[in-house]
């Protein structure tokens, strides 16, 4: 049986970066982008919405309360959500795997806009076998419940599963139940690391 390869999302097939948004948002606020960032960092309010404990529209209405953002949803969605660009060097590798025939998936902790956003304007998104996202499980990397989902997508267990991850706490949690999880740093060790267990 050929191993399913799981990739992380953010920081591994795309980049991003919440100042942008904290700029675009705080734009349309009385507030600066510190104030946001400050906000986010200091409250559950991210990870309560990564983990579908909140929806789109309470999550928007919880951050517009606390920096007067003056404008809709769907503008604060655009703003919260277009902070990504892409990983070629990655994106060629889950590419050339998939042209080998191998199954892949994607396994992120990540919420409804963000991926609605990635989805649209990334296609390589559209080629994974299946997706796990923290949002729709109502559990987040490392917590064992989402882990345990992407298991019984694959159908694959321990050593089954190659699993790449830039978050060291994810990776371990992966190398606890057996999977062969690489820690990624750059896209030619992460290269050079699957080629070696395959």
Same mark, same amino acid.
């Given at each position: ?5 799981i990739?992380d ?9 919440y ?6 948002i ?6 600066v ?16 919405y ?13 951050v ?7 404008? +809709?949803?769907?503008? /604060? *969605?655009? =703003?919260f959500?277009? !902070?990504? $660009? ?6 060629a ?12 998936y ?14 649209? +304007?990334?296609?390589? /998104? *559209?080629? =994974?076998d299946?997706? !796990?996202? $923290?949002y729709e ?5 490392p917590q ?10 694959s ?5 089954e ?13 992966g190398?606890?139940?057996?999977w ?19």
């Amino acid at each position: 049986m050929q191993p399913s390869i799981i990739f992380d999302l953010g920081k591994v097939l795309v980049d991003f970066d919440y100042s942008i948004a904290a700029r675009k948002i705080t734009a349309h606020s009385s507030k600066v982008p510190e104030d946001l960032h400050l906000f986010l960092s200091s409250s559950t309010l991210l990870v309560e919405y990564e983990s579908g404990r909140l929806t789109r529209k309470q999550f928007f209405d919880a951050v517009r309360d606390a920096v007067g953002f003056d404008g +809709d949803i769907t503008g /604060f *969605g655009k =703003f919260f959500a277009e !902070i990504f $660009s892409p990983i070629e060097p990655m994106i060629a590798l889950h590419a050339e795997l998939r042209r080998r025939g191998l199954p892949t998936y994607i396994f992120s902790n990540t919420n409804d806009l963000a991926v609605e956003h990635v989805r649209r +304007d990334f296609p390589f /998104f *559209g080629h =994974f076998d299946g997706y !796990i996202l $923290s949002y729709e499980v109502g559990a987040m990397k490392p917590q064992p419940q989402i882990y345990e989902a992407m298991e019984k997508m694959s159908g694959r267990r321990g050593a089954e599963i190659i699993y790449i991850d830039d978050r060291l706490e994810n990776v371990e949690a992966g190398n606890a139940r057996g999977w062969q999880a690489i820690l990624h740093e750059t896209p030619e060790k992460t290269r050079a690391a699957v080629e070696k267990l395959l």
